[in-house]
């Protein structure tokens, strides 16, 4: 995709996605449960601040801000929107209750929350996130490898 539209429909789905977004999270920080101390301890070597105010949330559905007909436009294109292992709202984190493995998905979810922490707001992760998406595509793009490479450790 061009640079400019690119561009332009990221910072327009940083400003639709981000009131939803600050909604949500606050909707796990006061339902969700905190991490364990395994997790706790691997968060803090992995650089994430703050990671005692983290919440997760395990669910069916993992909600999005999109109609169920955009929801499978989306992930026929190669961007998971309907079969989710997990979501990452800063701080507050929707799990699939389908997963052997949470303690991975935990893991790649809380490198997006560092990745949410040192873009400084949840518009500018989103943005930047959904830039990466629209040029590299989303399992090749920078934030998503960081996340795959560094939930293996
Ligand atoms: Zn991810």
């Not at 789905?13 to 969700?32: M, N, Q, V």
């Not at 069916?60 to 026929?76: E, G, N, T, W, Y």
């Not at 929350?113 to 920078?142: K, N």
């Amino acid at each position: 995709m061009h640079s400019l539209p690119a561009h332009l429909l990221a910072i327009a789905g940083a400003a639709l996605g981000t009131p939803w977004l600050a909604c949500h999270e606050a909707r796990l920080l006061s339902k969700g449960t905190p991490l364990n101390p395994g997790l706790l301890d691997w968060a803090r070597q992995a650089g994430i601040a703050n990671p005692g105010k983290a919440r997760f949330l395990s669910t069916s559905v993992i909600p999005l801000p999109a109609p169920m007909f955009v929801r499978r436009f989306l992930d026929k294109r190669g961007f998971p929107c309907i079969h989710l292992a997990g979501l990452s709202l800063r701080n507050g984190i929707y799990l699939s209750d389908q997963l052997r493995d949470p303690n991975e998905t935990v893991k790649h979810e809380l490198i997006h929350t560092r990745q949410y922490q040192q873009a400084g707001s949840i518009f500018e992760f989103l943005r930047r996130y959904l830039f990466q998406c629209l040029t590299d595509g989303y399992s090749d793009c920078e934030m998503e490898r960081e996340a795959r490479n560094e939930s293996r450790r």
